[in-house]
């Protein structure tokens, strides 16, 4: 099931803070972000693991709510080059003994001068 | 490292046309992953691997076949192209696991009409 991501959109001024939020109905073993520029292809930022461990960005932070199956990156002082479509992707069990990555409709975020 | 290759990188095909898309890493991952994106939507699994000779299918793999004969090649296929199969794709490897950063190819915009 896909996860849901909030906002949808956002406008941001240089310097601002952002956080956008994912969440699932499932009980979830990790949360993945990615950022996606027009035209590109998705960009790894995060891997967020259940227990605690963190893998992934140094300037970009982002929580996981194990309990309450939801997730929060945080984007402080942005800049232009943070602009983009911010994906969570949610991975959980799916049977058999494998877990499966399951991603968000996105979230785009515009940085402005 | 060229990372991740995908060819065409552009492609329209007519309805009831079969074709390949070529899909290859050079960073000894053992899985790898075919995606296909609608605007808005996100990305949807359509097939993965876990390794050479190893293949399942993900969320959406009505329409298409994969193999995956060796470590660094996992092309997918469309017998009969249909219009519901407009769409951009992705191929992208990891490490072992799906708890693990993964690198995706620049994409193959496919336009059935």
């Known amino acids: 099931q896909q996860p849901v991501q909030s906002p949808q959109a956002v406008i941001l001024r240089e310097g601002e803070d952002a956080v956008i939020n994912c969440s699932s109905s499932?009980?979830?073993?990790?949360v993945h972000w990615y950022r996606q520029k027009h035209g590109e292809a998705p960009v790894f930022l995060m891997i967020?693991?259940?227990?605690?461990e963190q893998k992934g960005h140094d300037k970009i932070s982002a929580s996981f709510n194990e309990k309450k199956q939801q997730s929060s990156l945080y984007l402080t002082a942005s800049q232009l080059s943070y602009s983009g479509t911010y994906f969570c992707?949610?991975?959980?069990?799916?049977?058999?003994?494998?877990?499966?990555?399951?991603f968000g409709k996105g979230t785009k975020l515009s940085v402005i001068p | 490292n060229a990372g991740v290759t995908q060819t065409p990188k552009f492609r329209i095909l007519k309805i009831g046309q079969s074709m390949t898309l070529q899909c290859a890493q050079d960073?000894?991952?053992?899985?790898m992953y075919w995606y296909r994106q609608d605007p808005g939507m996100g990305l949807k699994l359509i097939y993965y691997s876990v390794g050479a000779g190893i293949t399942d299918k993900g969320e959406v793999p009505n329409g298409y076949n994969v193999s995956r004969s060796t470590t660094e090649d996992f092309p997918l296929r469309l017998e009969l192209a249909a219009p519901s199969q407009t769409s951009v794709y992705f191929c992208a490897s990891g490490g072992t696991g799906t708890s693990n950063e993964q690198f995706f190819g620049p994409g193959t915009r496919l336009t059935v009409l």
């Open positions: 992707g949610t991975e959980a069990y799916s049977g058999a003994g494998s877990y499966q990555l399951t």
């Open positions: 967020l693991l259940k227990g605690g």
């Open positions: 499932k009980a979830l073993y990790s």
């Open positions: 960073m000894n991952h053992n899985y």
